[in-house]
Every structure is written in structure tokens, then in C-alpha cells.
């Protein structure tokens, strides 16, 4: 199994000096989450970005490492905006894989609880799940990628269609 940061909010820090919240270049949130655990999975950061920043080349450069990899399982965290955007595109290029997009609503900062289940379900169910697919794991819920959808007037992702 192979981790993929991408940034986003479960990532994000308070900057003093700037008085914002900002994706700091490191991985320093999800290693201290993968410390609680009894097992070693290979982190890789790959795009420290709110996901609204992201664009077509940082999904291809996710893509590419995807590709190059021995791995056949892989978790993104990235950011909640454009996640079905990033998971949409990597359903129309792999069928080989098991992908599981994570996020969280609030940053680890702010609220550690809902960005380490987030992650530990994602990884619980990477282990468990047989079937290749793009998955999101947010707010209690796993689910291929187009039945789970943010709303964004309740602050949370749900089941769809």
C-alpha cells in the first residue's frame, strides 16, 4: 500500500505570521497519525495543494506515479473541493488498482478525530476490499467514487444515487 499526499484541508496549518491556514510542504500531519498504528506504510508527498489549486498536471503527475508503481492499492489524501474531480479521472484511466481518496472537512489542527478515522478507515478498507475501483472515504462512509458526494450547504459528504 502506498500513501499519496496531495495536500488539502486535513492537511492545513494556522501560519502565524500570515494569519491563515495554509498546506505546509510535508507530510508531518499524516505521519503522526500512521505513528498510532503497528504497522509501516510507505508515505509518499507527491502535491502540497488546497485541491482547489489543482489542475490537470498534478493529476497526471498522481497519475504517473500510479502507474509506475509496483503497488495495486493506493491512498490519496486530497483535499475535499475537487476530489471527485481527481477520482473521476483516474476511474477513466485504471481498472487495476485500488484507489481510496481521503480528506478531511476541518484540518488535523483543528479537529485531529475526523482526519485520523478518516485515514484509518481508508486504510481498514484498503486492506478488506477485493474489488479494483476508485473509492472516497469521508465521514463514516467508503464508497466508489460517484455514490458519495459532498454537500456542501451541510459540511459533509453523503451517499448518492
Same mark, same amino acid.
Request: charged share 25%.
Given at each position: 500500500?502506498?500513501? %499519496?499526499?496531495?495536500?488539502?484541508?486535513?492537511?492545513?496549518? *494556522?501560519?502565524?505570521?500570515?494569519?491563515?491556514?495554509?498546506?505546509? *510542504?510535508?507530510?508531518?500531519?499524516?505521519?503522526?497519525?500512521?505513528?498510532?498504528?503497528?504497522?509501516?506504510?510507505?508515505?509518499?508527498?507527491?502535491?502540497?495543494?488546497?485541491? %482547489?489549486?489543482?489542475?490537470?498536471?498534478?493529476?497526471?503527475?498522481?497519475?504517473?506515479?500510479?502507474?509506475?508503481?509496483?503497488?495495486?492499492?493506493?491512498?490519496?489524501?486530497?483535499?475535499?473541493?475537487?476530489?471527485?474531480?481527481?477520482?473521476?479521472?483516474?476511474?477513466?484511466?485504471?481498472?487495476?488498482?485500488?484507489?481510496?481518496?481521503?480528506?478531511?472537512?476541518?484540518?488535523?489542527?483543528?479537529?485531529?478525530?475526523?482526519?485520523?478515522?478518516?485515514?484509518?478507515?481508508?486504510?481498514?478498507?484498503?486492506?478488506?476490499?477485493?474489488?479494483?475501483?476508485?473509492?472516497?472515504?469521508?465521514?463514516?462512509?467508503?464508497?466508489?467514487?460517484?455514490? %458519495?458526494?459532498?454537500?456542501?450547504?451541510?459540511?459533509?459528504?453523503?451517499?448518492?444515487?
Amino acid at each position: 500500500m502506498l500513501i %499519496l499526499n496531495s495536500g488539502g484541508t486535513l492537511n492545513k496549518r *494556522y501560519n502565524s505570521v500570515s494569519g491563515e491556514l495554509e498546506v505546509p *510542504y510535508d507530510n508531518e500531519v499524516i505521519e503522526r497519525i500512521l505513528s498510532s498504528v503497528d504497522s509501516e506504510y510507505n508515505l509518499a508527498g507527491v502535491v502540497y495543494k488546497d485541491s %482547489l489549486e489543482m489542475d490537470i498536471n498534478d493529476r497526471k503527475m498522481l497519475t504517473n506515479i500510479i502507474m509506475e508503481s509496483t503497488e495495486d492499492t493506493f491512498i490519496i489524501v486530497h483535499g475535499t473541493d475537487t476530489m471527485h474531480i481527481t477520482a473521476e479521472f483516474l476511474s477513466e484511466i485504471f481498472d487495476d488498482r485500488k484507489i481510496i481518496l481521503v480528506g478531511a472537512m476541518n484540518p488535523f489542527e483543528i479537529d485531529n478525530v475526523e482526519a485520523s478515522l478518516n485515514i484509518g478507515m481508508a486504510i481498514g478498507y484498503a486492506k478488506l476490499v477485493q474489488d479494483y475501483g476508485i473509492y472516497i472515504c469521508m465521514n463514516g462512509h467508503v464508497e466508489i467514487w460517484n455514490k %458519495l458526494e459532498k454537500n456542501r450547504a451541510k459540511g459533509k459528504f453523503e451517499i448518492v444515487g
